[in-house]
């Protein structure tokens, strides 16, 4: 197991187009979480999948933004008609349900967009 | 008022000093209490995690809670230059542990 991996790991686009960023958690975790971190901040919440349900949602998430876990493995984040404020580090973490690690995030390298 | 708040520094030391990271929270009813550290361009890594009031040591760290006063710290003895990072303290708010993040700590440790 190679840990949490994320797709693309840099992204620069224009202003008004689409984005997907791809997440791999590691195989035996069903929780997965997508963060967002700006540059001298601390990562903040988007959203949360426990296997395919997506059971919460940040107000930071506007609705440009979707994220999807179809079968409770990879997950996917779209941000459509990015804005230069989308800029941001996204950042993918998973963690077991139960057992000695459910309290411990283990986070991917993340996908830094650039919007233009 | 910010739901975790971290001294954003820099915080500077000379190698081998103790480092001593705060972070304060505001929601009484947080359990569990992390530490990550993060290399610039890099993600966050787990360090250390607490639950109960009191100390808790790993090699060259201790963390400490105080859950009356809303405190958590972070010690680093014989700080060395590897340690140069930013430190984010997190809180488990939640059942299925969604963690809210301070705005982190830099620390700087000088040769």
């Known amino acids: 197991d190679t840990g949490v991996s994320q797709d693309p790991r840099h992204k620069i686009t224009k202003r008004g187009q689409n984005v997907t960023f791809r997440c791999d958690p590691i195989?035996?975790?069903?929780?997965l979480y997508w963060y967002r971190q700006t540059l001298g901040q601390g990562p903040e919440f988007l959203t949360y999948?426990?296997?395919?349900?997506?059971?919460?949602k940040s107000r930071l998430l506007s609705d440009r933004f979707s994220a999807e876990r179809p079968k409770g493995s990879f997950s996917t984040l779209e941000i459509q008609r990015t804005e230069q404020g989308d800029s941001a580090m996204y950042l993918c973490?998973?963690?077991?349900?139960?057992?000695?690690?459910?309290?411990?995030?283990?986070f991917g390298a993340g996908s830094r967009l650039t919007v233009l | 008022q910010k739901e975790v708040e971290q001294n954003s520094g820099p915080l500077s030391v000379p190698e081998g000093a103790i480092a001593s990271l705060n972070c304060t929270y505001s929601?009484?009813?947080?359990?569990?209490f992390f530490w990550y550290r993060q290399y610039s361009g890099k993600s966050p890594e787990l360090i250390m995690s607490i639950y109960s009031n009191g100390d808790k040591e790993d090699g060259r760290f201790t963390a400490q809670l105080n859950k009356a006063s809303q405190y958590v710290s972070l010690l680093i003895r014989d700080s060395q230059p590897s340690d140069s990072a930013t430190y984010l303290c997190a809180v488990n708010t939640g059942g299925y542990n969604k963690l809210i993040f301070g705005a982190g700590t830099r620390l700087a440790v000088h040769p």
């Open positions: 973490a998973s963690s077991p349900r139960t057992g000695s690690g459910a309290n411990v995030l283990t």
């Open positions: 929601d009484r009813v947080s359990q569990s």
């Open positions: 999948f426990q296997n395919e349900a997506q059971l919460e």
């Open positions: 195989s035996e975790h069903n929780r």
